[in-house]
């Protein structure tokens, strides 16, 4: 598990193909590894990757094809930063929110413009996503916990303090860049319990629909109102 506040940035050293998948180097010489095991967490711009090879600051990671699939390690090319934050501990500060470290889908940068002395960036999420994501609920993007501002559909944006833009990736992105989403625990958690003994049955995987909200009381707000 992770907080969503991202430790420091590192730089990509190396992307080993490995039969398939990957094995990728990072340096990371402001992040401190001195207590940091083979077989620990470490997330990479969102995505939770088991340490395989540490060396002074640096560390390796092997990259299964499905996340290569899912999320935007594969887009990395060497020298590129990435996001970087060590598993927290019990003595944590949970600055942000809960995060998994699992992506649960890849979003584009659609618009960027000051906002006063910060930024605001939009975003379009898979159409899958949209309905985790509520206006003043938490989302991560690339690893980093923030507030969503406003959602319109499945596009949504966030407020970037000049803090935030120096320290994460931020500050490379450009409209177009692909990201990694990840929406919030309670969310997905949430919609599984409300299927209750549903749950259980095959093809539930899809969450709830309108007509079984309908079917279950819960009122529709989609149509006319008096």
């Known amino acids: 598990m992770f907080t969503g ?17 990957l094995r990728l180097k990072v340096r990371a010489p402001e992040m401190d590894l001195g207590d940091t095991r083979l077989g620990d967490s470490i997330a990479v711009n969102g995505v939770c990757l088991t340490v395989t090879e540490l060396n002074g600051g640096r560390f ?23 996001n970087l ?31 006063a002395r910060s930024t605001r960036v939009q975003f379009r999420a898979p159409d899958a996503l949209a309905r985790y994501i509520a206006a003043k609920g938490s989302i991560t993007i690339d690893g980093t916990s923030l507030t969503v501002n406003g959602v319109d559909g499945a596009t949504f944006d966030v407020n ?10 931020f500050s490379v992105y450009r409209v177009g860049s692909r990201v990694n989403l990840e929406v919030d625990l309670v969310a997905r958690y949430l919609e599984r319990l409300m299927l209750g003994e549903r749950a259980a049955q095959p093809g539930q995987s899809g969450g ?19």
């Not at 991202?6 to 080993?16: N, S, W």
């Not at 699939?69 to 060497?78: E, H, I, M, N, Q």
């Open 85 to 115: 934050e060590q598993a927290l501990t019990l003595n944590t500060r949970l600055g942000g929110h809960l995060v998994s470290g699992h992506v649960d889908g890849v979003g584009e940068v659609r618009a960027m413009q000051p906002d």
């Open 160 to 169: 970037i303090i000049p803090h935030t833009w120096e320290l994460t990736r």
């Open 5 to 21: 506040i991202i430790e420091t940035l590192g730089t990509v050293a190396a992307l080993e193909p490995r039969g398939g998948d």
């Open 60 to 82: 390796a990671a092997d990259v299964s094809r499905e996340s290569l699939s899912v999320t935007t390690l594969g887009d990395l090319g060497v020298g590129d930063r990435v």
């Open 208 to 226: 709830l629909s309108e007509d079984w909200l309908a079917q279950q009381g819960f009122p529709n707000h989609t149509g006319p109102r008096d």
